[in-house]
Each structure stands twice: as C-alpha cells, then as structure tokens.
T-cell receptor, first 114, second 116 residues
Framework: EDQVTQSPEALRLQEGESSSLNCSYT??????LFWYRQDPGKGPEFLFT???AGEEKEKERLKATLTKKESFLHITAPKPEDSATYLC???????????????FGKGTKLSVIP | EAQVTQNPRYLITVTGKKLTVTCSQN?????MSWYRQDPGLGLRQIYY???????DKGDVPEGYKVSRKEKRNFPLILESPSPNQTSLYFC???????????????FGEGSRLTVL
C-alpha cells in the first residue's frame, strides 16, 4: 500500500525565516511526486511535479527537491501570503486501472507571521 | 477561463435523501475524479473516470455512485446519504499525461456537505 507522510503537521514562521517541509513516501515504484497548495475554503492548486531522484524545480520563493525516499519543499524568505496548507501526493507505477491514481499526504499547514 | 465548477457549494440534508453534486470542466480533460477531505485524514479518492463511460472506484467508494455520459460532466451521486458522508468534496480534472504520467490536477472550489 502506498503511503505518504508529511511533516511537520503545522509550521509557524516569521516573515523572512526560511524553512523546509518534508514529504516521505513508500511506494513500490514512483512515477511522479506532486506538490499542491491549498488556501482555506479553496481547492488545491498545483505547484510542481518531480519525476526522478535529484530533480529540482523552483517557483518564486519555493523550491522542490526529490530523493528516493522523500521530497522537500524549501521556502526561502517567506511572506504572509505564503500561508497555506501544502499537500504532497505520489503516483505509483502501476498498469491498468488505477495507474493514474494519486495518494495524498495529510498536509503541512504553514503560517507566516508578519 | 479554465475552471472546474461544482454545485452546490454548501448543502445540508437529512439521512436517506438522495442528492447529486454536479461537476463540470471546460478544459476538455479526459481524466476526472472525486475526492473527499476530512480533518486528520487528508484527501481521499472516491471515484475516477479516464474517459466517457469509463469509471472506476478509488479508495473510499462505498455509498457513492458516479456517471460519465459526457466528457465535461462527472456528477457524484449519494443515493442514501448517511452522517458519515458529512465532508468537504472536491472534483478535479486533468489531461492524461504521456508515458502513463498523471497530469496536473485542476480542482473545483469544493462542496461542503452536512448530513443530519
């Protein structure tokens, strides 16, 4: 069974205080790892997809990295508008039905204090 | 504007009263999916569809039905709702990526359902 564990559950940062969110996963084979951002009362919004260990992607203050066991979402000099819940999801390598299914973690709630 | 539209956004109903949550997307996506989100449990997939007339169960399908008669629509049906189906529901759509890779999911705004 695929498992995705995100830590910490909640994180409070001062504005400008850089940090990282962790997503560790257990799958038989990884086809892709996804990061989403979710604001209160809204649907998740896509951030990144990573496919292989060593891959990195950046967007503004966010940088996602991937190893064979985990992914990190690094937030550099965060601003209050970065406050949200960040979700990690994995797609396992499967054939046939269910091959496009994603397994989501429970998320990390980030609060950035001015 | 590319979007996934769900209705209703909020609904309070009683046990056993059939209801349908509609979902429509305007991006010509093949893949559509329903999720429920509960505190402490995260997002869990209910049903998904890879194309018209092709649907399959996700991780928590009990008590739900879906249909995909048109590419743009993917309604979620609760034939006899029960209180344990009180939840926040999201519809999502995406392309089917190359080499079996999942595409970027576009989510609706969510439908908050309360079953009394």
């Amino acid at each position: 069974e695929d498992q995705v564990t995100q830590s910490p559950e909640a994180l409070r940062l001062q504005e400008g205080e850089s940090s990282s969110l962790n997503c560790s996963y257990t799958v038989s084979g990884l086809r892709g790892l996804f990061w989403y951002r979710q604001d209160p009362g809204k649907g998740p919004e896509f951030l990144f997809t990573l496919y292989s260990a060593g891959e990195e992607k950046e967007k503004e203050r966010l940088k996602a990295t991937l190893t064979k066991k985990e992914s990190f979402l690094h937030i550099t000099a965060p601003k209050p508008e970065d406050s949200a819940t960040y979700l990690c999801a994995v797609q396992a390598i499967r054939s046939g039905a269910g091959s496009y299914q994603l397994t989501f973690g429970k998320g990390t709630k980030l609060s950035v204090i001015p | 504007e590319a979007q996934v539209t769900q209705n209703p956004r909020y609904l309070i109903t009683v046990t056993g009263k059939k209801l349908t949550v509609t979902c429509s997307q305007n991006m010509n996506h093949e893949y559509m999916s329903w999720y429920r989100q509960d505190p402490g449990l995260g997002l869990r997939q209910i049903y998904y569809s890879m194309n018209v007339e092709v649907t399959d169960k996700g991780d928590v399908p009990e008590g739900y039905k879906v249909s995909r008669k048109e590419k743009r629509n993917f309604p979620l049906i609760l034939e006899s709702p029960s209180p344990n189906q009180t939840s926040l529901y999201f519809c999502a759509s995406s392309t089917l990526g190359t080499s079996g890779r999942a595409g970027e999911l576009f989510f609706g705004e969510g439908s908050r359902l309360t079953v009394l």
